[in-house]
């Protein structure tokens, strides 16, 4: 798993805005929501994968894949 990687986005961003807007719209079992992070499974081209993106210092990313090649891949999205 490779942790903390800090997602950069331009401003204006309404961060808070789009985490609570996602929190009534996560997809049971596979997406989970919070006014704090967001994380969904998916399935890439090596295989499935999960990531989680949170609110902390910054925007930052969690993320697990089966195949390594896919991470690049993942972060572009």
């Known amino acids: 798993m490779i942790r903390d990687v800090e997602l950069t986005y331009a401003d204006p961003c309404d961060v808070a805005g789009v985490f609570a807007w996602m929190v009534p719209r996560a997809v049971a079992g596979v997406e989970e929501a919070s006014e704090a992070c967001f994380s969904r499974t998916i399935r890439l081209e090596g295989g499935p994968a ?21 991470v690049d891949g993942l972060i572009a999205l």
Do not use: K, Q, Y
């Not at 999960?50 to 896919?70: E, K, P, S, Y």
């Open 50 to 70: 999960w990531f989680r993106i949170r609110r902390d210092r910054g925007l930052m990313l969690d993320l697990d894949t089966t195949d390594a090649g896919d």
